[in-house]
């Protein structure tokens, strides 16, 4: 399964891809991984906050719904586990990230300059 991943990550994020001894270091540190054949999200719960460490879809399966429904079980997963309040940091120039997050509730709160290789990162925000 994390072989997999790797390979779904690359195809992802090809410039930043992540190794499966990445993946397995995320698990061991607490994170949730949620992944299927074509998208894989990456969470941690602290308490009553969430963050969205990652989320990416294979080009080939894009606009079909598949972010949205993985946010959706994660949502879910959330809710139970008593979260209050999800963040996530996306570049500023990720347009479909931007639109995926903010048709999924989230509002922007901050900006941190610079945070990836010298472009800014909007911090995001949704409270559930
Ligand atoms: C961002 C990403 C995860 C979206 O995955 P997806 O499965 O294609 O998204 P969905 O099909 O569930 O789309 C949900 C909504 O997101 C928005 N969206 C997704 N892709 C978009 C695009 N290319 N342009 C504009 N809006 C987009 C739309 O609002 C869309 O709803 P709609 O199709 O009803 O208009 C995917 O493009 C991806 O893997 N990108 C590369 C990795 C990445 O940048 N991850 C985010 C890091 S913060």
Redesign the pocket.
């Known amino acids: 399964m994390l072989g997999e991943l790797e390979n779904l990550h690359k195809l992802?994020?090809p410039h930043k891809p992540w190794t499966a001894q990445d993946f397995a270091d995320l698990k061991k540190s607490g994170c949730d991984i949620i992944a299927s054949q074509n998208?894989f999200i990456v969470y941690r719960v602290v308490c009553d906050e969430a963050e969205?460490i990652?989320?990416?879809?294979?080009?080939d399966?894009?606009?079909?719904?598949?972010?949205?429904?993985m946010l959706g079980i994660v949502f879910g997963d959330l809710k139970k586990r008593g979260v209050k309040h999800i963040f996530?940091?996306?570049?500023v120039d990720?347009?479909?990230?931007i639109?995926?997050y903010?048709?999924n509730g989230f509002v922007r709160v901050g900006v941190r300059p610079k945070y990836y290789d010298g472009i800014d990162a909007i911090m995001m925000e949704k409270n559930i």
């Open positions: 992802c994020f998208g969205i990652t989320i990416g879809v294979n080009p399966a894009r606009r079909t719904g598949i972010a949205n429904a996530l940091e996306v570049a990720n347009k479909p990230a639109a995926l903010e048709q």
